[in-house]
């Protein structure tokens, strides 16, 4: 039981390219999220996907793009990263059956983009 | 809007005693409070959470959190402090509205347990 799993765990780029952030869940939670953390600003929460076939901005959606490909699988996409994207994110899960459910963490993407 | 402060980026404590992570809230109905634990180079992990009941609420590595209705606060605790507790903490909150609501992090409060 592997739980929250994302890929790459580091990853470097240069104004301009595009990548996919790839994250994955064993645990059959409905319910995704992804955030970035910068420092002295918490988590951020940039989009989420509360089931299976839905998808929903957070706070700071502008340039990115999800798609829940499964009910296991949840991708984020830079399309064209900037600077400004330089930060750790993080993917969730959550059951999603009631409002008080534990989200669950991946260990994290570092993107550096330069 | 729901918002939640932690109002100190770091907190010193020596070993073997009690410590204190602060968190107040500010949500429009009924609060949903979580605090979750990021070690270094790690997702973040979760600790406990207050729905509703006994205002002391026990969770994992042996702390525990103290909800305050009056002075809006939820401040993590432990009796006494192990190095090993040396990490990120934050402290997390939603309302109780029907429907998705996300949940509103802290900005983080990184406890230092000195030997």
């Known amino acids: 039981n592997a739980g929250v799993t994302q890929t790459p765990k580091f990853q470097v780029l240069k104004t301009g390219q595009s990548m996919t952030l790839q994250c994955a869940q064993d645990?059959?939670?409905?319910?995704m999220y992804w955030y970035r953390q910068d420092p002295g600003m918490g988590l951020r929460l940039i989009y989420y996907?509360?089931?299976?076939?839905?998808?929903d901005k957070g706070e700071v959606p502008n340039g990115y793009n999800v798609s829940r490909l499964n009910k296991r699988e949840f991708s984020l996409r830079l399309e064209s990263a900037a600077p400004s994207q330089t930060s750790v994110y993080f993917c969730?899960?959550?059951?999603?059956?009631?409002?008080?459910?534990?989200?669950?963490f991946g260990p994290g993407t570092r993107l550096t983009v330069l | 809007a729901q918002s939640v402060a932690q109002p100190e980026d770091q907190v010193n404590v020596a070993e073997g005693n009690p410590l204190t992570v602060k968190c107040t809230y500010s949500?429009?109905?009924?609060?949903?409070l979580f605090w979750y634990v990021q070690y270094p180079n790690r997702g973040l992990q979760f600790l406990l959470k207050?729905?509703?009941?006994?205002?002391l609420v026990k969770g994992s590595y042996g702390f525990e959190a103290e909800f305050n209705k009056s002075q809006t606060s939820f401040h993590l605790k432990k009796p006494s402090a192990l190095v090993s507790d040396s990490a990120l903490y934050f402290c997390?909150?939603?309302?109780?509205?029907?429907?998705?609501?996300?949940?509103?992090f802290g900005t983080g409060t990184k406890l230092q347990v000195i030997p």
């Open positions: 969730a899960s959550s059951s999603g059956a009631t409002s008080t459910d534990t989200q669950y």
């Open positions: 645990m059959n939670h409905n319910s």
């Open positions: 996907s509360a089931s299976e076939g839905t998808t």
């Open positions: 949500v429009s109905g009924n609060p949903y």
């Open positions: 207050y729905i509703t009941g006994d205002n």
């Open positions: 997390a909150g939603r309302d109780d509205q029907r429907g998705y609501q996300k949940v509103t």
